[in-house]
């Protein structure tokens, strides 16, 4: 089969069936080599198709980042919520360590994925999004982590929590940038997750 008759199928496929695989590609690229090398054309190279073809797609770059960003942070954000300890008020030290450890294995599954979000925010393309996705994470962190302040009879609980939350999203963000980088030579999701939950679980238990 000549490159011709392959670009003629993928133009064939239509803009809705396209979408997730060139949203996949810039997933791919930007894995590799960062959020700046995803174009329409380096797009358009990965899928061995035309740039009409993306085109028909997004109609620019921006637009493309924009739509795989959100897409990742739907998924990536329902990762990280899991980390609470929601509709469990008692909430002990295995508690956060679970939390964490499921996070870090989603890391795991999804790497590309918590890459892009790690390193989308100084692209000027993406930023107002990432922005937007980490505001909306506070505020789910808030809505599970109050219910725990007050069983625990956090003292002033109300002024801490924004602080505690901000706390509790920075070790996330810290755990998987940990993860990510280390490659498995010292870390693993459950060691790592171990021994954040239980840090992060003395620092809110004593607060």
């Given amino acids: 089969m000549t490159e011709g008759s392959v670009r003629e199928r993928a133009v064939h ?7 997730p695989q060139v949203l996949d590609a810039a997933l791919a690229i930007a894995g590799e080599h960062g959020v700046a ?36 942070l739907e998924l ?17 030290e295995s ?15 999804r790497p590309d994925s918590w890459l892009l979000i790690m390193n989308a925010d100084p692209d000027p393309a993406v930023a ?3 922005r937007g996705g980490r505001a909306t994470l506070l505020k789910m962190a808030a809505r599970r982590l109050a219910p725990t302040l007050q069983r625990w009879g956090t003292t002033d609980a109300d ?30 999701p459950a060691t790592l997750g171990a021994f954040i939950g239980a840090a992060t679980y ?6």
């Fill in 76 to 92: 990536l954000v329902a990762d990280a919520i899991e980390a609470l300890p929601y509709g469990r008020p008692d909430a002990d």
């Fill in 37 to 72: 090398a995803v174009t329409i054309g380096a797009v358009a190279k990965h899928l061995k198709v035309t740039r009409p073809v993306v085109y028909s797609c997004f109609p620019d770059r921006v637009e493309l980042i924009r739509a795989l960003l959100e897409r990742e």
């Fill in 159 to 188: 002024r801490k929590l924004p602080v505690l939350v901000e706390q509790f999203i920075s070790s996330c963000e810290g755990a998987v940038r940990t993860l990510l980088k280390d490659g498995g030579q010292h870390w693993t």
């Fill in 13 to 19: 496929l239509g803009p809705e069936r396209r979408r």
């Fill in 95 to 109: 508690v956060f360590i679970e939390g964490y450890q499921g996070l870090l294995n989603a890391v795991s599954r």
């Fill in 202 to 207: 003395r620092a809110f238990r004593g607060a």
């Fill in 128 to 130: 107002d999004h990432f």
